[in-house]
Nanobody
Framework: QVQLVESGGGLVQPGGSLRLSCAASGFTFSSYAMNWVRQAPGKGLEWVSSITSGSSGTWYTDSVKGRFTVSRDNAKNTVYLQINNLKPEDTAIYYC?????WGQGTQVTVSS
C-alpha cells in the first residue's frame, strides 16, 4: 500500500530554515510527480509545490517562490522541501501528497 511519511518539521525563528522530507513506499516512486501541500491553523489546504517524476519541472505557489526549493531522490524514494527565510505565515502542517494519498504531515512553526 502507498505510504508517505513526512519528517523534518520543527520550531524555528523567523528567517530560519528547515528541510522537510517525505519518504514514499508502496508504488513506483520514480514514475510520479509529487506535491507538497500545507494547512495553516484554522485555514484550508494550500498547494505549495510540485515536482515532476524526473525533476525536470518544479512549481511553487507565489508566496514561497525564491524561498522554497523542492527536490527528489528517486534512488531513495524521497522528496524534499527546503524552506528558507521562514516567515510566521509559513506556520502550518506540511503534507506530502500523491493523488488521493497523503502523509500524516509534519508541523512547521515559525515564531520568535
Amino acid at each position: 500500500q502507498v505510504q508517505l511519511v513526512e519528517s523534518g518539521g520543527g520550531l524555528v525563528q523567523p528567517g530560519g530554515s528547515l528541510r522537510l522530507s517525505c519518504a514514499a513506499s508502496g508504488f513506483t516512486f520514480s514514475s510520479y510527480a509529487m506535491n507538497w501541500v500545507r494547512q495553516a491553523p484554522g485555514k484550508g489546504l494550500e498547494w505549495v509545490s510540485s515536482i515532476t517524476s524526473g525533476s525536470s519541472g518544479t512549481w511553487y505557489t507565489d508566496s514561497v517562490k525564491g524561498r522554497f526549493t523542492v527536490s527528489r531522490d528517486n534512488a531513495k524514494n524521497t522528496v524534499y522541501l527546503q524552506i528558507n527565510n521562514l516567515k510566521p505565515e509559513d506556520t502550518a502542517i506540511y503534507y506530502c501528497n500523491l493523488n488521493m494519498y497523503w502523509g500524516q504531515g509534519t508541523q512547521v512553526t515559525v515564531s520568535s
